[in-house]
């Protein structure tokens, strides 16, 4: 029994006396002897998702009862057909759309059932459709997300969908207008409204589900009777838990290419039921039913609709794609200095060095210990001094112990009124690192406010780069992941300025992400950098997230492509998983492929926890490291393209770290991997992911890919190849058709963006190729929206690029090399801007390299003779 169904025991336990009075004398034989039970087993809809049910009571409830050999399987009493419930009046028209009424002249078996509720339906463009159920005569807590990006309203004749209404009992289907394919259908089981229990069931269109975040899964749900929980639990990923994240949307693929999307908007605690037929069933705890439907009609349409409804993502700083390197227990400033200083020593390139909490002072954040780290803001200005960048942790938990005066962000807490209350308005009073603790309420304006005082008070000694927030609201109890709601977290009846904790629980991280986004923007006057673990709908608007604390093992190194993929999916692209795992000891060849998988991640860092073996790059062994360094260089080298492809997401909606089957819809290939993946269009990687392997086996979608490394083509039909991947090596392909924009790596992202840009240009069978490069200083607020940037198209057959907007970001800097895959024979000569290029070779029969010295802000040509 999931978390939920547990919780639903405590909210639906009653006689059932209503149920027996309403069903059993008048419904009973003419359910069992229209045979309106008799349907497959993996059809039925469960009737008992509260507790296990005799016959006698399954059919109190006006239910069919029909025991099966596995009881883990489809269950034993559920809906007949056109099982009673809501009756639909006539629409009305609205200022957004349309609106309907409900009524249900009995009520259901549940305890402070709703028996009216309103039905609006708007069509909020050509591919997106939108249906709220909510009780008009009460208020109940809907989620008001910032508002995401404009909708422009589509005339009906252009939508992708039609809708139908069944009146009695209440259900629609939205169809595909363009091929009738039912898309949804919500008349197979009763729709379900109570005070404390929303339930809504649906047919799926396919068995190729994706989403309903966050989980340990692979990218493709499991449909066979399985129970996700969307509940916000720090809990280190395993099967069968709810961890995290919350993320109530989901993405089929259906065929021919086309795929659709629904986003239930709800923060409640959610349970999703999946089920072979196939089908889903939503239950919530509270809230209204707000959902959206995306027609796509391609995946990547999918998401781009998703993200019109909970934003686009924030535009990262150009140096957090690099490499970060964290570890809990680097104890003092001396320890973290040196960490610093053995990378640099041993050639690693390291961005940003990081702090856990041992910064801290008795583990109170805004306070630097005096003894170990009282030199704190002179190491974050020597990292300053060599191009890195400095971040640390800032937990939630304020200490609520210290004398008065002795603690300033508490007393000042207390006078403006910023912490979370408990039922009778008092503090309320939890657990986490510094002890006894009181925890500040996001959705307060004047928290917020608070917030940002400190982390200015704090940022004026310390002068940050960014900050990791760490949500734990923990309170002093027990409980198990299953079991009631606020097991490791605060009392449901907490009080928020907003709602109850109840209500909002699962946005917690979410509003800390905002108000420290905000804060940081005030305070440096640049791009803000947040890392979050909590996350919700929309949080990556304004931070990236970590996938928590993973062991260091293979099955999790296998894990962590579908997870980050999943962000992808919930428009979260700067993610990625602890390289070399959190928990536990990692081996040198584990760590040798995370570091590899690592260095393809959007968001690459290196964490440990206290007790395990060192995982620095430098500790292990010189085949090692330089397999390692091999990878990180090569990240390097690649981030003028990955920045690109940020930029893409944040003005596009685009996705960075990419499905197969968003690229390759019509593939049938594609639907199903999750062990490979795309960045952007054009480069597909593919990792070791077993203990040694020196080989691999890796699917190519149909059409010409090169190897990056060398160039070599691979002319495929859509096949599996083997390839060599010795321990010094990652496969990367470049898709023909593309130009990737790379730059010399260098030990900091501060050295690497004055170095020499190159060009590796990946023709077509028609000898055609396209790229782009976006380009500004890499920390300014809001280049794009301001047109504070350089952007470059360049185009072959002969190369030519075209600066389509420039702002002095790129002067001085040079295109110094070219590689042109695919020439099908050598040129006689190659042109520069008309002038013969003495220094150029020709290898493997495709592959052209030139040296070159061309100014990045010019135009060029670069053309080749055979």
């Known amino acids: 029994m999931g978390l939920l169904s547990t919780f639903i025991v405590a909210v639906v336990l009653l006689t059932f006396v209503l149920s027996s009075c309403l069903y059993m004398d008048s419904q009973e034989t003419d359910i069992y002897r229209g045979n309106k039970c008799t349907m497959p087993p993996e059809s039925r809809f469960d009737c008992a998702r509260d507790r296990v049910l005799s016959e006698r009571e399954c059919k109190e409830r006006g239910c069919c009862y029909a025991p099966l050999p596995d009881s883990a399987g489809p269950p034993w009493c559920f809906y007949p057909s056109l099982y009673p419930g809501y009756k639909m009046g006539p629409f009305t028209p609205t200022t957004r759309g349309q609106a309907a009424t409900l009524t249900r002249a009995n009520p259901s078996y549940l305890p402070r059932d709703i028996s009216t509720l309103s039905l609006e339906v708007t069509e909020e463009t050509a591919g997106c459709l939108h249906l709220t159920l909510k009780d008009p005569s009460s208020q109940r807590y809907e989620v008001k997300l910032p508002a995401g990006v404009p909708l422009s309203r589509a005339a009906t004749h252009d939508a992708l969908y039609t809708t139908e209404y069944q009146p009695d009992p209440f259900g629609f289907i939205v ?135 909970i934003g686009y993502p924030m535009m990262p700083p150009y ?20 960490v610093a200083q053995r990378m640099h020593n041993a050639n690693f390139p390291l961005d940003v060095q990081w702090n856990d909490l041992d910064y801290a002072n008795k583990r109170r954040i805004f306070t630097f210990d005096p003894w170990r780290f009282g030199d704190l803001p002179e190491m974050v200005e020597q990292f300053h001094a060599r191009g890195m960048k400095y971040i640390l942790i800032l937990d939630p938990g304020i200490s609520s112990t210290s004398r008065p005066g002795t603690y300033p962000p508490f007393d000042d807490g207390l006078k403006r009124d910023v912490f979370i209350k408990n039922a009778t308005g008092h503090i309320l009073i939890g657990k986490v690192w510094p002890g006894p603790t009181a925890f500040p309420d996001f959705t307060n304006p004047e928290t917020r406010q608070w917030w940002e005082d400190w982390i200015r008070d704090f940022h004026s000694k310390v002068p940050v780069d960014g900050l990791w927030i760490f949500v734990s609201l923990t309170v002093i109890q027990t409980g198990v992941v299953g079991g009631q709601l606020n097991s490791g977290t605060l009392c449901m009846s907490a009080q928020q300025k907003l709602s109850t904790h109840y209500n909002l629980h699962n946005m917690y991280g979410l509003t800390e992400a905002y108000a420290t986004y905000r804060a940081l923007t005030t305070v440096r006057a640049k791009r803000p950098f947040v890392l979050s673990r909590s996350s919700y709908p929309g949080i990556g608007r304004f931070s990236g997230v970590w996938t928590g604390d993973v062991r260091s093992d293979w099955e999790q190194l296998r894990y962590s492509i579908p997870a980050v993929l999943q962000f992808s999916l919930f428009g979260v692209p700067l993610v990625g998983a602890d390289i070399c795992g959190f928990g536990g000891n990692t081996t040198e060849e584990l760590c040798v492929r995370w570091m590899q998988l690592g260095a393809f991640y959007p968001f690459m860092r290196n964490h440990n926890d206290k007790p395990n073996a060192p995982q620095e790059p430098y500790v292990f062994g010189q085949r090692a490291q330089a397999a390692m360094q091999s990878a990180v260089n090569l990240r390097y080298s690649l981030l003028p393209f990955l920045y690109t492809l940020f930029h893409r997401a944040h003005t596009s909606a685009d996705t960075v770290a990419r499905p197969l089957f968003m690229e390759f819809p019509s593939d049938p290939n594609c639907q199903t991997i999750d062990q490979q993946f795309l960045w952007g269009s054009s480069l597909l990687i593919s990792p070791v992911l077993e203990q040694g392997a020196v080989e691999l086996a890796a699917y190519l979608p149909p059409g010409t890919w090169y190897s990056l490394h060398n160039g070599q083509p691979f002319y495929s039909k859509g096949q599996y190849l083997l390839l060599p991947a010795p321990l010094d090596t990652i496969n990367i392909h470049v898709r023909e058709g593309h130009i990737i924009p790379q730059q010399e790596p260098a030990l900091t992202t501060t050295a690497s963006r004055r170095n020499a840009f190159s060009l590796t240009v990946a023709l077509s069978a028609v000898g055609w190729a396209w790229g782009d490069l976006f380009w500004d200083d890499g920390d300014s607020l809001d280049t794009y929206e301001l047109g504070n940037y350089c952007y470059i198209t360049f185009i072959a057959g002969q190369i030519v690029s075209d600066p389509l907007r420039l702002n002095g970001a790129l002067d001085g800097l040079v295109l110094g090399g070219l590689r042109v895959f695919g020439v099908p024979s050598p040129p006689r000569y190659v042109l520069a801007n008309g002038d013969k290029v003495r220094d150029f070779t020709y290898r493997s029969d495709t592959k052209v390299s030139s040296v070159l010295a061309l100014p990045m802000s010019k135009v060029f040509t670069v053309q080749w003779a055979l």
């Not at 395993?238 to 989901?250: C, E, I, K, M, T």
Request: net charge negative; proline share 5%.
């Open 175 to 309: 169809r595909r207008k363009s091929n009738g394919k039912v898309i949804m259908n919500t008349t197979v089981a009763p729709l379900l409204f109570a005070d404390q229990y929303l339930q809504l069931s649906t047919t799926l269109a396919s068995s190729l589900v994706s989403g309903l975040g966050e989980h340990y899964t692979s990218l493709l749900l499991d449909l066979n009777w399985t129970s996700l929980t969307l509940w916000n639990r720090d809990m280190a990923p395993h099967a069968d838990a709810n961890l995290y994240g919350s993320h109530p949307f989901y993405i089929v693929q259906e065929e021919d290419g086309l795929a659709h999307g629904v986003f239930l908007l709800n923060s409640n605690a959610i349970e999703v039921i999946l089920q072979p037929t196939p089908a889903l069933t939503w239950v919530s705890t509270g809230g209204v039913l707000d959902l959206y439907i995306f027609l796509g009609p391609d995946p990547q349409s999918v998401t781009r609709q998703y993200l019109q409804v």
């Open 319 to 338: 140096w957090s794609l690099g490499f970060h390197l964290c570890r809990w227990g680097y104890t003092t400033t001396n320890t973290t200095r040196r």
